[in-house]
């Protein structure tokens, strides 16, 4: 089994930054790929970035430019770099992470609000 945790929401200010983190632990070595989703409310949960094996990524057209997925393979540790922040950043980002027996695991959640 995975279990995740989210940290690094909060309030920013319209063009603002945040860096999301999600720690990940127990068994690690079975991860195929993780990603970060996020929803608004009223919205259906979107695909914001996903980085898989190999370490390449894939973004949404709306973070294209804007955010950044990486990981901390030393701390277990996925990380979203935001910036540019605009109020329709504003969701609940939750970390997912799937593995090679096709197991999903999500956490969860933690609040993004973008507003002067």
């Known amino acids: 089994q995975v279990q995740l945790v989210e940290s690094g929401g909060g309030l920013a200010q319209p063009g603002g930054s945040l860096r999301l983190s999600c720690a990940a632990s127990g068994s690690i070595s079975t991860i195929r790929s993780m990603g970060w989703y996020r929803q608004a409310p009223g919205k259906q949960r979107e695909l914001v970035a996903v980085?898989?094996?190999?370490?390449?990524?894939e973004y949404a057209d709306s973070a294209k430019g804007r955010f950044t997925i990486s990981g901390d393979n030393a701390k277990n540790t996925m990380y979203l770099q935001m910036g540019s922040l605009n109020p329709e950043d504003t969701a609940v980002y939750c970390c997912r992470a799937d593995t090679f027996a096709a197991n999903v695991y999500w956490g969860q959640g933690t609040q993004v609000t973008v507003s002067s």
């Open positions: 980085i898989r094996s190999g370490d390449t990524t």
